[in-house]
Each structure stands twice: as structure tokens, then as C-alpha cells.
């Protein structure tokens, strides 16, 4: 399945060409689907060690222990889960039809889209777009893939990957920079899925709407760590250190802050710099610990800090390495009484500095979280039914973990999605399936029936028969 698509990609004929060949198998059987589910993991795991070089070369110093954990180890999980079910997925599904409408039957029939438009971001640029890829392949569906021109080698390489595995008139990437996305998500796809900023989702909706196409939007926000009345504190602060670490926080779904018992500060940045030290000794030598992607971010990461700093706050490194601008190495900070008036407070952050807010009351923690937009992620730590149950009621989120964080992401039996500024859709294994399908209802007639008994004239067995159906 070679793509002899030319450098040179002309959009509107891409989309064209799988839109015909959508036309001409609109519903893939699932042998087809299957074979081209076990052709991505082929691809995938065969070419590792390239694509770990070129993540590392995009970002600067990325460990490839650290793709195949958070990228490649997920989108496998998630393929093998798709193959085990997605049969099953295919099938009709029966449903009621009330009692008035028998002896007619009801079912749903999942049915594919035809093609999808998915954007992926820098910051996992693997995993954001082969995860939706799967959802689309296991639908029936085709997709173009827009990589970010922030990880270029990465991207080029996705891209040659696609073009020896795919034909493009099944699966296409696409690269190029800002003023190509625009172009890409102004397409009239069946679907568009979109990873990245709320403000860039802001533009994406608005293009897609010229064409009122369905968009999935995986955004961010201020994902909260809530530190409960009764967490086991140490294992707490291990937990939110590791997620907020891990890329260097450059992850949607990363502990944006953390909402701390009052007075508990301090020991929240001692177990925070012991525990670094720990994932990360000799910190300024250490190859697993991700550089920021390109020096804008560097450099917003460092205002965010400076004007925190000047407004007051106080920074504590969690190592003794400071800030290399030439590596783009910018180790963890915690952020200690930051005003709400600074950027830090309001901007997602993306990146290795995280503020504490303390808290007298879970009242007053409810009431800080849900002042502000809705996050795509929260995390509680506490021990306590009645904390937990509340928390999980009075909070609106796209995802929560409970004594964890960010592994919420990897259970292929629950959504992933926003809500709100942190956006809309869910996909992830059936969910992914459903999202990328047209759930198309079915309702089967019987050629014996009993619908001419409300038809007109409407008589004294109509009004008989309404009776009837009113009182039951």
C-alpha cells in the first residue's frame, strides 16, 4: 500500500481522492479494518529508534524511555483493544421500541463517517495522532493527519512512516505550518479532531462551522491537584511531582497547581525537592528529563516565573541546576503565594512551574476550583468516602484521578475529553469508535402492523385508542 502522493500536497484534491474512495467501500468489512489497525502497530514498534531520535532532535533531549512509556506503550494498548473488540463494536444494537410501536423492531447500526481531519499537537506528537487514527480505522473511516510544524523531524518522519504503510487515499499526513493548519481545519471533513490550545480551539470551531463540521476539541486549562484534609501527604506530593515532571509539564493533562492544606507549604516543597532528587539525580546531566520544545516556550516559561516573582511570589527549586537557555533546560519550580493577578495564576501553564494555593476549608478548595474555567483533568488525594464522593459531585472536570495522576489517560475503558474551555468530545477505545461512527437509528416495520388504527379518520376507535395510550 505505497502513497505516491507528490511533495507537493494540494488539500483539496487529498480530501477529493478519499472522499471517492470512501464512496466506493463505505463500509469496510472488519478484516480490513483489522488489517490496517496491525499495520500501524507494525509500524509503530518497528520504527522506535527512529522516532525517538527525531523526538529527541525536536525537543532537544528527550528520553526514548519516555516515548515508548507515555506514547508508544498507550497507542499499542489502545490498538490491541480496538482489535479484541472492535468487531463487537461493529455490530447492530438492539434497542426498545415501547410498547405501541410493536411488533416494529429498533437497532442502531454503527456506521463509518468517511473521512476525518485530525490536528495533532508538538507535545506528544505520536500518541495525539495515532490515538484518534485508531478510533477513525476501527470506525471504517479514512483520515488526513496535520502534524505540528513545531516538531518538524518528528512530523517528516510520521509523515514517511504513513506513506510507506498507508495508500493516501486511506490515511495521508500532512505538514506544514500555521498557515497550512488553518487551511487543513477549513476543510470540509465528515470530522475534524482537534489537540492544542483553547484559544487556537477557538479558531478551529469557527473554521469548522463554515461547513458545520462535527468537531472533537481535546483543549487544556488549569487541570487542579486537590491535597485533601486526609491524603497520605508524602505519597500525595510523590504523585503530582511525577505528573507535573513527566515532558517537563508539557502535558494537557498535567497538575497545573495544587490546592494544599494551609500551613502545609513548606513540606509540601521539601517532599517535592526530595523527591526530583530522586527521579532525577544529578539533574543537570540527567537524559531523562525532557528539554523544553523551542526557546518561545523557554522564554515564556521564564517571564511566567519573572512576573510572578516581581508580583511577589516566592520561586522554590526543587533542584540546584538553574535555567540553561542554550540546552532549553528549565527545571521545577514550586510557586508560593503568587497573586491571582499574574499570569501564572490565570494562563495554562504547560511547562515545570507549579503554584500552591492553600486552603482552610474543602469548601474554600470547591470554591476556588470551580471559579475558574473547567479543567480538562482534576486529581484528588484523600483517603475519605464522604471527601472523595463530594469532590466528584461538586466539581465539573474532562477526567478525574483519585491518588494518582495522569493515568487516567491509559485505561482503555474510559472517555478522554473536555468540557467546556477545556473542550468537547470524548474519544478512547469504544468511545473513540462511536465518536468517529454515525450511530445510524433503525426503525424495522413488519409488514403486519398496526398502524393504520391512528391513521384518519379519526373516529371513535382512534379516540378509544388514545385513551388507551394515555392511561398506560
Same mark, same amino acid.
Given at each position: 500500500?505505497?502513497?505516491?502522493?507528490?511533495?507537493?500536497?494540494?488539500?483539496?484534491?487529498?480530501?477529493?481522492?478519499?472522499?471517492?474512495?470512501?464512496?466506493?467501500?463505505?463500509?469496510?468489512?472488519?478484516?480490513?479494518?483489522?488489517?490496517?489497525?496491525?499495520?500501524?502497530?507494525?509500524?509503530?514498534?518497528?520504527?522506535?529508534?527512529?522516532?525517538?531520535?527525531?523526538?529527541?532532535?525536536?525537543?532537544?533531549?528527550?528520553?526514548?524511555?519516555?516515548?515508548?512509556?507515555?506514547?508508544?506503550?498507550?497507542?499499542?494498548?489502545?490498538?490491541?483493544?480496538?482489535?479484541?473488540?472492535?468487531?463487537?463494536?461493529?455490530?447492530?444494537?438492539?434497542?426498545?421500541?415501547?410498547?405501541?410501536?410493536?411488533?416494529?423492531?429498533?437497532?442502531?447500526?454503527?456506521?463509518?463517517?468517511?473521512?476525518?481531519?485530525?490536528?495533532?499537537?508538538?507535545?506528544?506528537?505520536?500518541?495525539?495522532?495515532?490515538?484518534?487514527?485508531?478510533?477513525? %480505522?476501527? =470506525? $471504517?473511516?479514512?483520515? #488526513?493527519?496535520?502534524?505540528?510544524? +513545531?516538531? /518538524? &523531524?518528528?512530523? *517528516?518522519?510520521?509523515?514517511?512512516?504513513?506513506?510507506?504503510?498507508?495508500?493516501?487515499?486511506?490515511?495521508?499526513?500532512?505538514?506544514?505550518?500555521?498557515?497550512?493548519?488553518?487551511?487543513?481545519?477549513?476543510?470540509?471533513?465528515?470530522?475534524?479532531?482537534?489537540?492544542?490550545?483553547?484559544?487556537?480551539?477557538?479558531?478551529?470551531?469557527?473554521?469548522?462551522?463554515?461547513?458545520?463540521?462535527?468537531?472533537?476539541?481535546?483543549?487544556?486549562?488549569?487541570?487542579?491537584?486537590?491535597?485533601?484534609?486526609?491524603?497520605?501527604?508524602?505519597?500525595?506530593?510523590?504523585?503530582?511531582?511525577?505528573?507535573?515532571? %513527566?515532558? =517537563? $509539564?508539557?502535558?494537557? #493533562?498535567?497538575?497545573?497547581?495544587? +490546592?494544599? /492544606? &494551609?500551613?502545609? *507549604?513548606?513540606?509540601?516543597?521539601?517532599?517535592?525537592?526530595?523527591?526530583?532528587?530522586?527521579?532525577?539525580?544529578?539533574?543537570?546531566?540527567?537524559?531523562?528529563?525532557?528539554?523544553?520544545?523551542?526557546?518561545?516556550?523557554?522564554?515564556?516559561?521564564?517571564?511566567?516565573?519573572?512576573?510572578?516573582?516581581?508580583?511577589?511570589?516566592?520561586?522554590?527549586?526543587?533542584?540546584?541546576?538553574?535555567?540553561?537557555?542554550?540546552?532549553?533546560?528549565?527545571?521545577?519550580?514550586?510557586?508560593?503565594?503568587?497573586?491571582?493577578?499574574?499570569?501564572?495564576?490565570?494562563?495554562?501553564?504547560?511547562?515545570?512551574?507549579?503554584?500552591?494555593?492553600?486552603?482552610?476549608?474543602?469548601?474554600?478548595?470547591?470554591?476556588?476550583?470551580?471559579?475558574?474555567?473547567?479543567?480538562?483533568?482534576?486529581?484528588?488525594?484523600?483517603?475519605?468516602?464522604?471527601?472523595?464522593?463530594?469532590?466528584?459531585?461538586?466539581?465539573?472536570?474532562?477526567?478525574?484521578?483519585?491518588?494518582?495522576?495522569?493515568?487516567?489517560?491509559?485505561?482503555?475503558?474510559?472517555?478522554?475529553?473536555?468540557?467546556?474551555?477545556?473542550?468537547?468530545?470524548?474519544?478512547?477505545?469504544?468511545?473513540?469508535?462511536?465518536?468517529?461512527?454515525?450511530?445510524?437509528?433503525?426503525?424495522?416495520?413488519?409488514?403486519?402492523?398496526?398502524?393504520?388504527?391512528?391513521?384518519?379518520?379519526?373516529?371513535?376507535?382512534?379516540?378509544?385508542?388514545?385513551?388507551?395510550?394515555?392511561?398506560?
Amino acid at each position: 500500500m505505497k502513497n505516491d502522493l507528490p511533495g507537493a500536497i494540494d488539500l483539496d484534491a487529498l480530501l477529493l481522492s478519499q472522499r471517492e474512495a470512501h464512496a466506493r467501500e463505505p463500509y469496510p468489512p472488519w478484516e480490513t479494518r483489522a488489517a490496517h489497525l496491525k499495520a500501524l502497530r507494525a509500524m509503530l514498534l518497528d520504527r522506535t529508534d527512529e522516532l525517538a531520535d527525531a523526538l529527541n532532535a525536536d525537543f532537544g533531549q528527550r528520553a526514548k524511555a519516555e516515548l515508548m512509556l507515555s506514547e508508544l506503550w498507550l497507542a499499542k494498548s489502545e490498538i490491541d483493544s480496538a482489535l479484541r473488540h472492535g468487531k463487537h463494536w461493529m455490530k447492530p444494537q438492539r434497542r426498545a421500541t415501547g410498547i405501541w410501536l410493536r411488533p416494529a423492531t429498533a437497532k442502531v447500526i454503527p456506521q463509518p463517517l468517511g473521512v476525518i481531519g485530525i490536528v495533532a499537537p508538538w507535545n506528544y506528537p505520536i500518541l495525539l495522532a495515532v490515538g484518534p487514527l485508531i478510533g477513525a %480505522l476501527a =470506525a $471504517g473511516n479514512r483520515a #488526513i493527519v496535520k502534524m505540528s510544524e +513545531l516538531t /518538524p &523531524r518528528t512530523a *517528516e518522519l510520521f509523515r514517511q512512516l504513513i506513506e510507506c504503510t498507508f495508500a493516501c487515499e486511506h490515511v495521508a499526513v500532512v505538514t506544514g505550518d500555521a498557515s497550512v493548519g488553518a487551511a487543513f481545519c477549513a476543510l470540509p471533513f465528515d470530522h475534524l479532531i482537534f489537540t492544542g490550545s483553547t484559544a487556537v480551539g477557538r479558531e478551529v470551531m469557527r473554521a469548522a462551522a463554515a461547513h458545520l463540521t462535527p468537531v472533537t476539541l481535546e483543549l487544556g486549562g488549569k487541570s487542579p491537584a486537590i491535597v485533601g484534609p486526609h491524603a497520605r501527604f508524602d505519597a500525595a506530593v510523590d504523585s503530582i511531582v511525577a505528573g507535573k515532571t %513527566l515532558n =517537563a $509539564g508539557q502535558t494537557c #493533562i498535567a497538575p497545573d497547581y495544587v +490546592l494544599v /492544606p &494551609r500551613g502545609m *507549604e513548606q513540606a509540601f516543597v521539601d517532599r517535592a525537592r526530595a523527591r526530583v532528587a530522586r527521579l532525577y539525580p544529578d539533574f543537570a546531566r540527567n537524559r531523562d528529563y525532557t528539554t523544553l520544545v523551542s526557546a518561545r516556550h523557554f522564554d515564556r516559561m521564564r517571564t511566567l516565573a519573572d512576573e510572578a516573582a516581581a508580583a511577589g511570589a516566592t520561586l522554590h527549586p526543587l533542584t540546584d541546576t538553574a535555567p540553561d537557555d542554550a540546552r532549553r533546560l528549565f527545571p521545577p519550580y514550586v510557586v508560593t503565594n503568587a497573586p491571582e493577578t499574574c499570569a501564572l495564576m490565570h494562563e495554562e501553564i504547560f511547562g515545570p512551574l507549579l503554584p500552591l494555593v492553600p486552603y482552610d476549608t474543602l469548601d474554600d478548595a470547591l470554591r476556588y476550583v470551580n471559579a475558574r474555567p473547567r479543567p480538562l483533568a482534576l486529581y484528588l488525594f484523600d483517603d475519605e468516602r464522604a471527601t472523595i464522593d463530594r469532590v466528584l459531585h461538586e466539581t465539573v472536570s474532562g477526567g478525574v484521578a483519585v491518588n494518582e495522576t495522569l493515568l487516567h489517560i491509559a485505561c482503555e475503558g474510559l472517555p478522554f475529553g473536555g468540557v467546556g474551555a477545556s473542550g468537547m468530545g470524548a474519544y478512547h477505545g469504544y468511545d473513540g469508535f462511536a465518536a468517529f461512527s454515525k450511530m445510524k437509528p433503525i426503525l424495522m416495520q413488519p409488514r403486519i402492523n398496526a398502524r393504520a388504527l391512528l391513521l384518519p379518520p379519526y373516529g371513535r376507535r382512534f379516540h378509544a385508542i388514545m385513551r388507551l395510550m394515555f392511561k398506560l
